[in-house]
């Protein structure tokens, strides 16, 4: 039954993520023992497993199932998984409210923005995606670094902040390799 919690282990619905999977709270993770444990999980809380049972216990099958799937793409996604470390940890990011940056990583930003839109073919925006590519590659390093050997979570939290500046323009290179692919 779901109400003790997942297999009786006594784990609660506001376990934290990393509590829920089992695995140490820190940034590196093996992503196949996460897909492993995750599936495992969902055996074990996913609502037709209790389709026999009580409404109550069918809800509570559903609170469980959300509650897995949840801090799995948490846990899975790398720029959340760093957030949702300097969260616990006591520095959340406030994306929406501290967009404080380095001023050389604005710099970039502005750079790239221009050179998206003085792009006029695929292969200039397929370039500077290999560079924001590079970019965001370093600053996910940086991540680890801050949050697992230096324990520099205000560090990792400015990081996340750009990586989450970095995933929006990704989206931007995107759509508009896709709006060139449309015109021809």
């Known amino acids: ?3 003790g919690g997942i297999g009786g282990v006594g784990l609660s619905l506001s376990s934290n993520d990393f509590e829920l999977f089992g695995i140490p709270q820190q940034y590196h993770l093996d992503s196949n ?3 492993t444990t995750w599936k495992q999980l969902q055996k074990q809380v ?4 209790f389709s026999s049972q009580g409404a109550a216990d069918k809800r509570l099958a559903m609170q469980w199932s959300v509650r897995v799937n949840e801090a799995y ?3 899975k996604h790398p720029v959340r998984r760093a957030a949702y470390l300097c969260e616990l940890r006591g520095v959340p990011v406030n994306a929406e409210n501290n967009t404080s940056m380095p001023s ?3 710099v970039q930003q502005m ?10 073919n695929a292969n200039g925006i397929e370039l500077l995606q290999h560079q924001v590519q590079e970019e965001k590659k370093k600053l996910l390093q940086q991540c680890e670094q801050a949050l697992d050997q230096q324990g520099d979570t205000p560090l990792a939290s ?10 929006r323009f990704e989206q931007d290179l995107d ?4 709006r060139l692919d449309n015109l021809s």
């Open 1 to 3: 039954m779901v109400s």
């Open 33 to 35: 023992a996460l897909d």
């Open 46 to 49: 996913h609502p037709d497993q």
């Open 73 to 75: 793409q948490r846990l």
């Open 104 to 106: 050389a990583f604005l």
């Open 111 to 120: 750079q790239w923005r221009e050179e998206l839109e003085d792009s006029v």
């Open 158 to 167: 400015q990081s996340v902040r750009a990586l989450m500046f970095i995933e």
């Open 175 to 178: 759509t508009r390799l896709e």
